[in-house]
């Protein structure tokens, strides 16, 4: 079992920065690859970030690159999600998430089929204009 719980979310103005954080316990065997993802209202749950390796490997969503950036402290038990030039349609319910993964092509296809085996809470970001 993982226990994920996240932090750092709030409102900010458009064109600003947030680092949303998640702390991680339990099992290390299912850490190996960690996710962000987000969820607007009507909208389907979409990944943002996800990370393998220790930071050997990272993927993003095309609509986040070079504004966002997934990192992880693996002594803090720590994901980090640093998020800059934000824009209004950033604004949704941000999860992490965890799994097992053998390596790290399998880790990009959970990432890109959603398929986490725990997930956070959320934590809410919202953007104005």
């Known amino acids: 079992q993982v226990q994920l719980v996240e932090s750092g979310g709030g409102s900010v103005q458009a064109g600003g920065s947030l680092r949303l954080s998640c702390t991680t316990s339990g099992s290390t065997q299912h850490q190996g690859c960690m996710g962000w993802f987000r969820q607007a209202p009507g909208k389907e749950r979409e990944g943002v970030a996800a990370?393998?390796?220790?930071?050997?490997?990272?993927w993003y969503a095309d609509s986040v690159k070079g504004r966002f950036t997934i990192s992880q402290d693996a002594a803090k038990n720590t994901l980090y999600l640093q998020m800059g030039s934000l824009k209004p349609e950033d604004t949704a319910m941000y999860y992490c998430?965890?799994?097992?993964?053998?390596?790290?092509?399998?880790?990009?296809?959970?990432?890109?089929?959603?398929?986490?085996?725990?997930w956070g809470q959320g934590t809410q970001v919202t953007v104005s204009s």
């Open positions: 998430a965890a799994v097992g993964a053998p390596y790290a092509r399998s880790c990009y296809d959970k990432w890109d089929g959603k398929d986490f085996a725990y």
């Open positions: 990370i393998y390796g220790g930071g050997a490997f990272t």
